[in-house]
């Protein structure tokens, strides 16, 4: 357990460090935003995806113009703790950037200089001058290295660069750049190197990956997990809405069927409370729809994160389900609370926890339909679409629309797969077979 909370804490500890580094700290707890949210600004935001990556598991990284929007300061700090993340922890970076700055240009390691479509020069940063120095090319004393290998190569900029004074200036092509590189030292060296067949004998056996994901199990959900309650407290105006929601609904509910007006024991009262029920179920169910918009929002951050392994499946959809057992408790527990004894269900104590119990289940497939629903139609409009044509067809082969015995035989496997049918029958059950419907009388009952 020591091991595990040192493990845990380190990480917090790594992801701190990168919020800081990245100039992130002071908008750590500010939403990314959206179309209709302002959030945070766009240098932020890429400074964001280039984090994001950074604290993932991969170990070879390749980031195009990541300086884009971002200030000499930041780049080059951003630059210098990827530096030293390559040599401490072995990672394997290829950065583009466009005209970085000369002490931004210092911390590469290695310089591969592109030019239509072609390699001019792969190799260490301090031979790269070396290099264009034996064409007669020269970098001014005070010119950027990185803006001169940009400049060197065009035709239009090359002149300015030639140094042998004692012989005329020719255009030196792109094609002859790169046939020199091949016999200049470096080229050489870089050739020997891959002529020679890798000994995979040599192999350490810490380099072979044997595990998919950077961190333990344990750490995997206890990461998920505190960003979902993270979550879960910023939708805090979601489940407080529905929390009122279900609680104004449960006041109309026992308005409507007031047990003053419904006798137990009559056969025309008894469609009654089945209705009250019926009701009940529609209400819990439907408190619920408003995890299908909440999954798809979050579907493409989490496909992502998926595909570039932060995390499997089961990480993300289990914290998700942990939390939003107190709140199916919570508006189960209102609604029972609130209409159980003032509709007047059967009194006895064991029923009305049997009947808090099975609105509790209910609740909780309703979020799981829903979660589903977005999962498969992953955008709005499919979503809303499938969704409508699953309720409908939950609703009217569910067994109250439609009783099971009217239903056509090639049509009631819908009976059986509709989830509403197995809510139904537990609750009307609950009620109808206490002691108080065993004797059931066909006359009306008395106003």
Sequence with gaps: MKATAMAGQNTSLVSDYVLKILGLDICSDIMVGDDMRRGISGGQKKRVTTGEMLVGPAKALFMDE??????????????????????????????????????????????????????VYQGPREH?????????????????????LQEVTSKKDQQQYWCRENEPYHYVS????????????????????????????????????????GISNWELFNACFAREWLLTKRNSFVYIFKTTQITIMSVIAFTVFFRTKMKAGHISNGTK??????????????????????TIFRLPVFFKQRDFLFYPAWAFALPIWVLRIPLSLLESGI???????????????????????????????????????????????????????????????????????????WMIWGYYISPMSYGQNAIVITEFLDKRWSTVSHLTPPQ
């Design 66 to 119: 990541i300086s884009t929007g971002l200030d000499s300061s930041t780049t080059f700090q951003i630059v210098r703790f990827m530096k030293q993340m390559v040599h401490i922890m072995d990672v394997t970076m290829v950065i583009s950037l466009l005209q970085p700055a000369p002490e931004t240009y210092d911390l590469f390691d290695d310089i591969i200089l592109l030019s239509e479509g072609k390699i």
């Design 128 to 148: 790269v001058l070396e290099f264009f120095e034996s064409l007669g090319f020269k970098c001014p004393e005070r010119k950027g290295i990185a803006d001169f």
């Design 174 to 213: 792109v094609s002859k750049f790169v046939e020199h590189f091949n016999s200049f030292h470096v080229g050489q060296k870089l050739d020997d190197e891959l002529r020679i067949p890798y000994d995979k004998t040599r192999i350490h056996p810490a380099a072979l990956v044997k595990e998919k994901y």
């Design 273 to 294: 409370f089945y209705g009250a029920l019926f009701f009940s179920l529609i209400n819990v169910m439907f408190n619920g729809m408003a995890e299908l918009a909440l």
């Design 335 to 409: 609604w029972i609370l609130l209409t159980y004894y003032t509709i007047g269900f059967a009194p006895s104590a064991s029923r009305f926890f049997r009947q808090f119990l099975a609105f509790f289940g209910i609740h909780q497939m309703a979020l799981s339909l829903f979660r589903f629903i977005a999962a498969v139609g992953r955008t709005q409009v499919v979503a809303n679409t499938l969704g409508t044509f699953t309720l409908l067809v939950v609703f009217v082969l569910g067994g109250f629309v439609v009783a099971k015995d009217d239903i056509k035989s």
